[in-house]
């Protein structure tokens, strides 16, 4: 069972019910203008997918109520980090506050507790709070094999590729999913999809080429859409195909980056799930 554990720093007392999570999909409503991949307004405006809504209750000594109560106020309607946790592993995702009040019943006054309630207006993506980070020197490829992205979405916010190789020229990244994926485990055992579907389309491999020669350390943000050298903007250096709308993203499931030199660097990403 999971439970909310923290919002923005805050410590959410453990045994709370929460998280009732409809899974709201809607058409896309990107803005036509200025919408980031990764940048979600979560006013609605900006999703790929609708804002899911989150209900925390929980309850603390009335003791320490009022303060508690007075931090979340204060970072309400504010965007904020919203972990979740099963005593397994915990994740997170971007959310905010929406409601809050006092819930406290009788036999909770009677118990010496209070009881606060909340709501969360939170994007459709849930990201592993630990991020994983692959260092690599010089090579050409990197296999992700036991290491990779280990949600049921593509991970693309916390995606970041740093090259510190010195490039003497034009250098292609491209990512190829390898099969098989698989998705849940059944009574039976996992289930396979993918590759192997009719109906839930093969993983896509993604290509960016950095057109110019690097004298300080190439940083990609897939998140953030942004490419620098040195702290630079360097964008306009770059090129991929017209179908791909970020510069990169890591599938579900194995997979190999490929280089078209040999380079040094990391690859650091958070697994995602929807």
Known sequence: ??????????????GNFSLAAPRAFAANRLQPTGALLGDYDLEGLGNRLTQQAYQVEFTIAQCDAQARMDALMGVARRNGTLKITNNLQTR?????????????????WRARQARISLQFSAEPFWYDDVLTTLTFTSQDYI???????AGNARAIKHLVLTISTALPGATTIFIEPTG???????????????????????????????????????????????VQVGGVDAYANTSKPDTQTALLWLDPGPAVVHFSRVVSGSLAWRNCWV
Not at 99 to 104: D, E, G, L, N
Not at 143 to 149: A, D, H, K, M, Y
Not at 181 to 186: K, L, P, V
Request: aromatic residues 12%; glycine residues 6%.
């Open 1 to 14: 069972m999971w439970f909310a554990s923290e919002f923005n720093g805050i410590s959410l007392p453990r």
């Open 92 to 108: 997170r995702c971007t959310a905010k506050i929406t409601a809050i009040s006092w819930s406290t019943t009788l036999d909770d």
């Open 143 to 149: 296999n992700l094999r036991t290491v990779n992205n």
């Open 180 to 226: 098989p994926r698989y998705y849940n485990e059944f009574k039976y055992g996992a289930q396979r999809y993918g590759v192997v579907s009719s109906f839930i389309p093969a993983p896509a491999a993604c290509q960016l080429t950095y057109n110019a020669a690097t004298g300080a350390t190439l940083v990609i943000d897939a998140g953030r859409a942004t």
